[in-house]
């Protein structure tokens, strides 16, 4: 499998190019954010990542690159545990997901029914 080591988002098509040490290129056209990125959780600059191997530019702020959305995972999954892990689903929910961007109780709602856990738990 090749691996990304670089990425360079053109925002006037879009498209993100991933480069791998040995020459690849591979386009990611259009899409979410999320997808386009490998950043399913709309990861932006400023915490303690260690997997970006990019950054974009685009009309809602600057998001992170990622190599792979498994790595984007990963990086969701740490920021959950290290800056949330002490705050409420509901808590969590306004800070990651704030209301002036987003359909908090919509999202809210979502994990709550999909998970079977209150929105009070820790």
Do not use: C
Not at 62 to 74: C, D, K, M, Y
């Amino acid at each position: 499998m090749t691996t990304f080591t670089s990425a360079t988002y053109h925002p006037d098509i879009l498209t993100v190019e991933y480069a791998a040490e040995n020459g690849d290129h591979f386009l990611r056209s259009g899409g979410t954010i999320a997808w386009r990125f490998n950043n399913p959780g709309n990861l932006r600059p400023g915490s303690k990542y260690t997997l970006p191997i990019g950054r974009g530019t685009t009309k809602s702020g600057e998001f992170l690159i990622f190599p792979t959305v498994e790595a984007g995972r990963t990086e969701k999954k740490g920021l959950l545990l290290r800056k949330y892990k002490d705050d409420s689903i509901a808590q969590m929910m306004d800070l990651y997901a704030p209301r002036t961007e987003n359909d908090t109780d919509k999202y809210l709602d979502y994990i709550t029914t999909k998970s079977g856990v209150g929105k009070d738990a820790i």
